[in-house]
């Protein structure tokens, strides 16, 4: 398997990874199960499991045997895989889902459809791998406003460069009905949406800083790519836009979620 393109990001340590996104994604995982209504018992696929945020919540609610995951990234994967003895991790996309058909009960994707080339496809392999009358589901940041780390870091970003990939306007998914949409595309059915509310604390504004320094994620990435004076002026205007915080401080992250049914 190649590299693909929206995993390009995503080859990180474990550790960087939670330190920039994971701070978010496990608390994430806890309200995005509930919406599932993964119970013991169950089966699930966690499809661009990353290191394992999502993961964690299904071993502790279901067992690892129980629990199936793929990434694209290789150190993801390792680092899942390590975290969670057990769990059957392979290295695989969301538009070729490297497990059997109707290997689970839910097939979930937290955090990974805005990054897929194929979304559609996507969407009709996460079908395959649950049973008739199982779960699909994603869910994906709101760009717009309601992911205030990443609204603060592009809003500054597009105050030095108006041309910045502000992820509100270069992903899809990030507002309310665009999961949906591709998931009626994929016939699933009994189609329900919902919006996740989570928050992660900083103890300093270089904590949060020097997240973005790791280069995860198309923020990270693009803070890496800038030249030093650039970097100095984001930094700036990142800190007055969350009005220069001398301790710590709390950001707020929504989710849009939509969960639907495979017909039979
Ligand atoms: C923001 S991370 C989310 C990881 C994890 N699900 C979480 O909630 O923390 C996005 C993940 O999507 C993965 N990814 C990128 N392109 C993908 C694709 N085409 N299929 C499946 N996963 C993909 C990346 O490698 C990365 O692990």
């Known amino acids: 398997m190649g590299e693909v393109e929206g995993a390009r990001t995503f080859g990180v340590a474990g550790e960087t ?3 920039f996104m994971g ?4 608390p994430l995982a806890e309200l995005f199960a509930d919406a599932v209504g993964v119970a013991p018992g169950d089966t699930a696929v966690d499809v661009g499991c990353g290191p394992g945020a999502l993961t964690a919540v299904l071993v502790d ?3 690892a045997p129980c629990v199936y995951a793929c990434d694209p990234s290789p150190p993801f994967c390792d680092e899942c895989a390590a975290r969670y003895p057990g769990v059957v991790v392979k290295r695989g996309q969301a538009e070729a889902i490297p497990f059997e058909t ?7 994707a937290q955090l990974v459809l805005h990054f897929v080339s194929e979304p559609d496809t996507a969407a009709q392999e996460m079908a395959r791998v649950v049973r008739p009358g199982g779960k699909v589901a994603a869910c994906v940041w709101d760009f717009d406003d309601g992911m205030e780390m990443l609204r603060a870091f592009w809003d500054a970003a597009l105050s030095i460069d108006p041309e910045a990939p502000d992820e509100a306007r270069t992903l899809r998914f990030g507002r309310p009905g665009e999961i949906a949409e591709v998931f009626a595309t994929a016939r699933l059915e009994l189609i329900r949406e919902s919006t996740l ?3 992660s604390s900083y103890s300093s504004f270089d904590e949060l800083w020097n997240s973005f320094l790791a280069g995860v994620g198309p923020a990270g990435s693009y803070c890496t790519s800038l030249d030093d004076p650039d970097r100095d002026r984001l930094r700036v205007a990142l800190l007055e836009r969350l ?3 001398s301790g710590s401080f709390t950001l707020g992250a929504v989710a849009h979620c939509a969960v639907g049914r ?3």
């Open 17 to 19: 990874y939670d330190s």
């Open 197 to 199: 509310a989570v928050a």
């Open 102 to 108: 109707n290997t689970a009960d839910h097939a979930m």
């Open 243 to 245: 009005g220069a915080p």
């Open 61 to 63: 609610r279901l067992g």
């Open 262 to 264: 495979v017909p039979g």
């Open 23 to 26: 701070r978010y994604s496990l």
